[in-house]
């Protein structure tokens, strides 16, 4: 996976965890020492640096706090500054890295910082000096790994020699590694999704993601079972068989399952798996379709996650569901005005070729639903551009049928920085899903509709009315630039959210 930068922890007993460090590693030791530097509470006061600057003065030319106050530093999470000290007869970096707040969010755009800040190309060894709960030291890992994130094809790319070396030095915690290990878990988990979501569509056609999901479940205690062609014929998925008719390449549904011993629930995810979007025969402009190798972003996540639930050792019966379908214009593509018949039996009269991934994800829903029996549902897809109107790129729309399970996903949302935003299944829109030839049409009629809501109110028809959560990512699953351990590209969103969740025991309760 493209993360660059690799983390350990270094327990340390002593009071002077930084100067012990320094003195036992002698000429091996650390290339750069990073100083955390908190933003102060009062207006006008100076940032109050971490654990180890009293200890680094002797080696400075002049004392931190001046070094501080020269340099009009702040604290804002995520700003640097450095100098050169000796240490023995080699020359060591010092960052002074701002933390904010010293919250989960303001330490995952720290790490972030500090992992772009590493050299490219040899091993950098880094001890960053944190006292902080749980939560936060695993934010800071998750910011450093991911911020380090990457994906290039490019044939000039650098070759690189190692990986950037983070050593967390936390004093008093004995339970170091355990925490990094975990954190360092859920960032690749991150990472795997933000890889499935970025390769090309070219390479990545529905029976290849399969491939790769039932190559992720052969390594991490997974069963796989995938749907070819003709067995989704066999079995009368017409949503998926009928959005994926117009490409060469056929769809597939994708089912991995994780099954701890006493489980006691059982959630099912669900993912949109569409591999390139080109809105089949109602066709997007080209500049619309530039991102729709990111349309499975969905899937990814469902993946991912399923990815990392054994090594966290979650409590739960998880099953993941991918379906995965090019949307492409051909002469056997779907046509608007056509009527599908979903697993179950249900029809969909088809007026928008372009609404696709709720064809896809209704045949999962009810084949879970009939086939299942979940006590949870959860689907995550890029569905709408009415949810990124609605909510921009840095939170997913929720929608749900139980205020507990909104109350758990949203709870989950705010711990892992996977924010979420709920929002309604206005009853007064579902009779614009009302079709005079099938028993509900894939888009609502009439100008001056709410889109997403219109989706969401579409899908909920094929939960059998279990509990259901429906998260629409169009936004918050692709960024343009950096920004903090987002990397330019796919996100990666949902799976840290769906990880906390479940690894907590899915809570459906406030």
Excluded at 322 to 348: K, M, Q
Aim: glycine content about 12%; aromatic content about 4%; hydrophobic content about 45%.
């Amino acid at each position: 996976m493209p993360v660059k930068a690799r983390v350990t922890a270094v327990p340390a007993a002593d009071q002077q965890p930084l100067g012990s460090f320094l003195r036992a590693a002698g000429e091996a030791g650390p290339s750069v020492i990073v100083i955390p530097l908190r933003s102060p509470d009062e207006p006008g006061a100076s940032p109050a640096p971490g654990a180890g600057a009293a200890e680094l003065d002797s080696y400075l030319p002049v004392p931190a706090a001046d070094i501080i106050a020269s340099g009009e530093l702040t604290g804002r999470a995520g700003e640097i500054t450095q100098t050169v000290i000796r240490l023995g007869t080699r020359p060591c970096t010092v960052m002074f890295l701002g933390v904010g707040d010293a919250a989960p969010g303001a330490l995952r755009r720290a790490g972030a910082a500090l992992a772009r800040r590493l050299p490219a190309g040899r091993t950098a060894v880094c001890t960053a000096v944190l006292a902080e709960p749980d939560e936060s030291v695993q934010a800071f890992v998750a910011g450093l790994m991911l911020g380090s994130y990457q994906y290039t094809l490019k044939s000039t790319a650098s070759v690189e020699t190692g990986p950037g070396q983070v050593q967390l030095l936390l004093a008093g915690r004995q339970d170091a590694a355990a925490l990094v290990e975990r954190a360092a878990i859920v960032a690749e988990a991150v990472a795997l999704a933000r890889d499935l979501t970025n390769t090309p569509s070219m390479t990545k056609s529905p029976a290849w993601l399969a491939d790769e999901a039932a190559r992720i479940a052969a390594a991490r205690d997974l069963s796989c079972r995938v749907w070819t062609e003709a067995e989704l014929a066999r079995d009368q998925f017409g949503g998926l068989l009928g959005v994926g008719s117009g490409s060469v390449r056929p769809p597939r549904l994708i089912e991995l399952s994780y099954q701890p011993a006493g489980a006691r629930r059982h959630v099912v995810l669900i993912g949109k798996g569409i591999t390139f979007d080109s809105g089949g025969l109602s066709l997007k402009p080209s500049d619309n379709m530039k991102t729709m190798k990111t349309d499975m972003a969905g899937g990814a996540a469902v993946i991912a996650t399923m990815s990392a639930l054994a090594a966290l050792g979650a409590p739960v019966q998880v099953t993941g569901l991918v379906a995965a379908a090019e949307n492409l214009p051909s002469g056997t593509a779907l046509r608007v005005g056509d009527v599908i018949r979903h697993y179950g039996g249900r029809t969909v009269e088809v007026l928008n070729t372009d609404a696709e991934g709720r064809l896809v994800l209704a045949d999962a829903l009810a084949y879970a639903d009939a086939e299942l029996a979940p006590d949870v549902m959860v689907d995550l897809a890029t569905l709408t551009g009415a949810a990124r109107v609605a909510l921009g790129t840095v939170m997913a729309a929720l929608y749900a049928t139980d205020d507990g399970l909104a109350a758990g996903l949203l709870a989950a949302g705010t711990a892992s920085g996977d924010r979420l935003w709920r929002m309604p299944l206005a009853e007064d829109y579902r009779a614009g899903l009302d079709s005079p030839v099938a028993d509900l049409a894939n888009v609502a009629g009439g100008s001056g509709r709410a889109g997403s809501i219109d989706a969401a109110l579409f899908l909920r028809e094929f939960t059998g009315g279990r509990a259901w959560a429906h998260l629409d990512i169009a936004g918050a699953a692709r960024a343009t630039a950096d920004d903090g351990e987002i990397t330019k590209g796919a996100t990666g969103f949902g799976t840290q959210l769906l990880l906390h969740w479940l690894t907590a025991g899915a809570p459906v309760t406030a």
